[in-house]
């Protein structure tokens, strides 16, 4: 009993700030989320309760298809795109032993670059007609496509940016390949085993918990993936921007990089329906939880940790 | 369980810490008006310093009024502001956008009280200029500068096609458009007379609607899109334009031009002919691109009787509900929106309209042939403006929206697509603002 | 011969990466050393070379205070991460208690709920404590725990194999010393990565100083200096482009120098048993 209520409080003492933090800035927003979906809300006036008024009205939203279809598309594709190219260049890296300091940096770089200048650079070097990269495909005879002015490219070239700004996902699994033991590595090539099978047997298992991370943070992120849409879709438009770009803007071309965050942004914010964005928000939230139980399921309870 | 009714029911009371907004008593005429001032605006720059330029010739000629300026602040941050029980006295706004909800809702004082003290000339101000400040009979704002929209035409480009007159009437643009694209053997678009697309640069349903005389709102707030027969003669006259053009070729060609803001301006590179812009531009396309010959007229129109209308928009300023100085507040809007030699001196740095009729007749403000035409589209009696609503600019995105799907071919039923316009923007009434 | 040829390829194609990674930062550093009218346009060479570009950005606007500012609420952000989220995530990695995957589930729920939303109540929750116009919105709330920084930190101290802690705990040391003086040292790679991210994201971060500082200029950070060279109609995006490298240069060196940090410290052969 005494042991009990030690170990109890040992816990306690080691969770606490993060109890609090859970409490204020999570509990209370959720409650306050939750609560604003059921009103009438623009921030200016008291909220007025309209009951199931705003979850109705996301069935007869003409607009929160496209939205929606748009942002899975991005989970669909975004998230398994950086995990395997983090790991991918993750595991090139470890291979290189000559300048290894240099090239994670250069590798890391694009990570470190502000995501508005970030985007706009990417949208002007992909720019049709004269853009270099164009120009330079152009050269080749090869047809190249609109990048962010076409409605079908634009998706793949933000899937494009990602990709280039992937060192934050390989610095943690450059991180945790590093710590697989090279001893349980010699041991199986002694045994006969290749290099896939090295990766499974070995490699993979003592990673696995930073990949369950990047999964489930990737498809959190992307489920809010917003400014880099906002930004090249007005810098495409014509309308670069040094901020979150133009709401008139959002969506270019034909509203394919219009995101589900974007349209809860604007409804929000800009036309005054903070209750139902506030609606969107709590769905968001539900889908998101869904998607990360169904991910996290293994890593709850650590059984093995070697 | 019941804790947790306390805390979401401290959370509602916290979140709704916003007071509802009453009305304050004003101080008699006359009398003596001091303290600090607090005036929040959206410029950054070279624009900021001539804001404080104003300012400090207002601090001059009240020497017991203290401004404390703050750039850079958008709308979304004064109604954050405002809402979190806070926010400046005195906010100055880029668009029209927020005055429907601020003066619903209070945010913004209402104005009357103050101009029936002080008699302010309400009729110094043209008529549009005092719709796009008010919301339902409410006052809540001042305008301050205006932009009025006209037509950009290449004079070199017109020469050369043979063309002595920018165009009167729809009919003539589509037909001076045509005459002076110039296409490459593969029917890749060098010079477009006119580029089409919704989108591009400053064409928006807002902007060429006065072509048409085209309506947006009723007078109860629910759309007039869908019944208006001028939006449908506008959306057929440009979708008839693209398709000449081609869809995508058209777009293959905007891919490639260069950016609004900056020098690569594809009117002033000569990539197009004719452009829909504000006055603003006169400025920037003299002082990057010296050598482009190019003039300005009013907007083509469907009707003779409307010719030399336009669009026409602006900033406005308001005083906060949470102001703490409410009468200080209001001496510097006044300053700012009535005193003729500030507007003048403010419309000649920012290259704006100035709002009221003693500072458009100014022997002060600089004026070119140019700059003239903006002034009388300002002035003339047809001229619209995108009336305020309590939705911000829902109505005119959500018809914009459509008007993306209607040029690239998605919506082949232009009355049931306008229909469905209607109800969208209603139902998006219905749930904010 | 075929060990060379395989270095050679691996090279190459590190290489090849690199060029890929850089090019958008060639673009900006070349962009910042244009003229204003030669910026954004489609002539990607400087046709001349203006280093007085980097002069004009600390004229126009006081950089060295947005640095400082920055510096401070990175690094005052990364410090109170470290000491309120790694017990915690030791808590959920390694000590077993009734509710500990709940727990994670919840905070991994943190991060679920868009951040325009949080913002109206939490907005709303620090202009009542007067805290607006300032950074220390952003900054306190890391005393309280980092929900990805927890995260990251669980699971790579999962990795560490568990042999090493009961050794400790059979020789007597309670939790924390378990922790501090064992785990520690051998979480370094997943410590250093937690820290170095929650630094880069504070660094870059634009929605929180907008909306908490936006309106007392002597608390911005970098980020939102980045938007100062602009008129309502113009902007001058070799300006932007230059305190945008300006605004790279110290976190790329932070990142050379600390990246060791993922190498030592980690030579996990050989366990026990």
């Known amino acids: 009993m005494h042991h009990k209520l030690r170990h109890g409080l040992t816990v306690a003492s080691f969770m606490a700030p993060a109890t609090v933090g859970i409490v204020v800035f999570f509990v209370y927003p959720l409650l306050s989320a939750v609560y604003f979906s059921f009103t009438k809300f623009d921030l200016l006036t008291t909220p007025e309760w309209v009951g199931l008024r705003n979850y109705r009205h996301m069935f007869e939203d003409s607009f929160l298809g496209t939205a929606t279809r748009n942002t899975l598309w991005f989970v669909a594709v975004m998230v398994p795109a950086r995990m395997l190219g983090g790991l991918g260049s993750a595991m090139l890296l470890t291979t290189l032993k000559r300048g290894s300091g240099l090239y994670r940096t250069i590798f890391y770089l694009p990570a470190l670059a502000p995501p508005v200048a970030a985007t706009l650079a990417f949208v002007y070097l992909l720019k049709p007609g004269v853009g270099p990269v164009n120009t330079a495909l152009g050269h080749l005879g090869v047809d190249a496509p609109l990048w962010f002015n076409s409605p079908g490219w634009s998706k793949p070239s933000l899937v494009l940016l990602c990709l280039w700004g992937v060192g934050d996902v390989m610095v943690l699994y450059l991180a945790a390949l590093l710590d697989v033991p090279t001893a349980h590595l010699e041991a199986a090539s002694l045994d006969g085993a290749n290099a896939w099978q090295r990766f499974r047997h070995v490699t993979l298992p003592h990673i696995s918990p930073v990949v369950v991370f990047t999964a489930v943070i990737g498809v959190i992120t992307t489920l809010q993936y917003f400014t880099q849409a906002a930004v090249a879709a007005s810098a495409a438009s014509g309308q670069a921007t040094t901020g979150a770009g133009i709401s008139s803007t959002f969506g270019y071309p034909e509203g394919s990089t219009f995101t589900y965050p974007l349209w809860l942004y604007v409804v929000g914010f800009r036309y005054g329906a903070l209750g139902y964005a506030n609606a969107l928000a709590v769905v968001l939230f539900v889908v998101a939880f869904a998607v990360s139980l169904l991910l996290l399921r293994r890593t709850i309870n650590p059984e093995r940790a070697s | 369980m019941r804790r947790l009714v306390v805390l979401v029911a401290a959370v509602a009371l916290t979140a709704a810490c916003t007071p509802a907004p009453k009305d304050k008593p004003i101080a008699d005429p006359g009398a003596d008006v001091s303290g600090t001032v607090e005036f929040w605006h959206f410029f950054t720059d070279r624009e900021a310093e001539a804001i404080d330029s104003v300012v400090a010739d207002f601090q001059a000629s009240h020497p017991k009024i203290k401004v404390v300026v703050k750039s850079g602040q958008d709308d979304s941050k004064m109604t954050q502001a405002i809402g979190g029980g806070q926010g400046p006295d005195v906010g100055l706004s880029y668009s029209t956008d927020i005055v429907g909800q601020f003066c619903a809702s209070g945010a913004w004082l209402d104005l009357a009280q103050y101009i029936a003290r002080d008699k302010v000339p309400m009729d110094a101000f043209p008529a549009t200029v005092k719709q796009y400040t008010e919301f339902k009979g409410k006052r809540c704002a001042m305008p301050v500068l205006a932009d009025a929209y006209g037509l950009y035409y290449n004079k070199k480009l017109f020469a050369d096609a043979g063309i002595a007159n920018p165009p009167k009437t729809l009919e003539e643009f589509a037909e001076d458009a045509k005459k002076l694209t110039k296409r490459s053997a593969d ?46 003669a506008l959306l057929k006259w440009q979708k008839d334009l693209v398709d000449w053009f081609g869809y995508d070729k058209l777009e293959a060609f905007r891919a490639g031009l260069g950016d609004e803001y900056s020098d690569a301006n594809a009117f002033q590179k000569g990539q197009v002919a004719m452009n829909i812009d504000g006055e603003y531009r006169i400025a920037f396309a003299k002082d990057q691109s010296p050598d482009l010959q190019f003039g300005v007229a009013p907007m083509p129109t469907s009707g003779a009787d409307r010719y030399g209308s336009g669009y026409v928009t602006g900033n406005v300023i308001g005083i906060s509900r949470t102001a703490k100085n409410p009468e200080a507040a209001w001496e510097l809007i006044k300053y700012l929106t009535t005193d003729t030699k500030a507007i003048v001196k403010l419309a000649n740095s920012l290259k704006n309209i100035p709002s009221t009729k003693d500072a458009l007749a100014s022997p002060d403000l600089k004026l070119d042939g140019d700059f003239k035409t903006f002034i009388d589209i300002f002035n003339h009696p047809k001229t619209t403006t995108t009336p305020p609503s309590s939705a911000g600019p829902a109505y005119q995105e959500t018809f914009q929206t459509f008007c993306n799907t209607w040029q690239s071919g998605g919506a082949p039923d232009l009355k049931a697509g306008l229909a469905g316009v209607d109800k969208d923007i209603d139902s998006l009434l219905k749930l904010g603002g | 011969m075929n ?40 002539s990607y060479w400087p046709q ?48 077993r208690w009734r509710g500990q995957g709940t727990v994670l589930v919840v905070i991994v729920c943190m991060m679920m709920i868009p951040p325009q939303v949080t913002t109206v109540p939490l907005y709303l929750m620090w202009a009542n404590w007067g805290l607006t116009g300032t950074l220390w919105p952003l900054v306190l709330p890391m005393l309280f725990g980092d929900a990805f920084s927890i995260f990251l930190l669980r699971q790579f101290l999962l990795t560490i194999p568990g042999e090493y802690l009961d050794a400790a705990r059979v020789d007597g040391c309670g939790e924390w010393r378990t922790l501090l003086r064992v785990v520690l040292p051998m979480a370094r790679p997943g410590i250093a990565a937690a820290a170095l991210f929650q630094f880069f994201y504070a660094w870059n ?47 790329a060196a932070l990142f050379f120098f600390a990246q060791r940090a993922f190498v030592q410290g980690v030579t996990l052969t050989g366990v026990k048993g």
């Open chain 2, 187 to 232: 029917g890749t678009i060098q010079t477009a007379g006119f580029l089409p697309e919704w989108g591009f640069y400053e064409n928006s349903p807002a902007h060429l609607g006065p072509m048409v005389g085209a309506g947006w709102l009723k007078a109860d707030g629910t759309s007039a899109i869908g019944g208006d027969a001028g939006w449908q």
């Open chain 3, 205 to 251: 971060d634009y929605y929180g100083p907008l909306l908490y500082t936006s309106e007392n200029e002597e608390n911005w950070t970098l980020s939102l200096g980045l938007a100062s060279f602009k008129t309502v109609h113009h902007v001058q995006w070799n300006l932007v482009s230059a305190a945008t490298i300006l605004t790279m240069v110290p976190v």
């Open chain 3, 48 to 95: 001349d070379w203006h280093f007085e570009n980097y002069k004009d950005v600390f004229a126009k606007t006081p950089m060295a205070r947005y640095l400082l500012n920055t510096v401070l609420y990175a690094g005052a952000a990364t410090v109170f991460m470290l000491l309120s989220s790694v017990p915690a995530a030791y808590a959920l990695a390694r000590l």
């Open chain 3, 3 to 42: 060990r060379q040829l395989i270095w050679i390829a691996r090279h190459s194609l590190a290489i090849a990466l690199c060029v890929m990674f850089v090019a958008p930062v060639g673009f900006l550093l070349l962009t910042s050393l244009m003229s204003d009218a030669q910026a954004l346009t489609s």
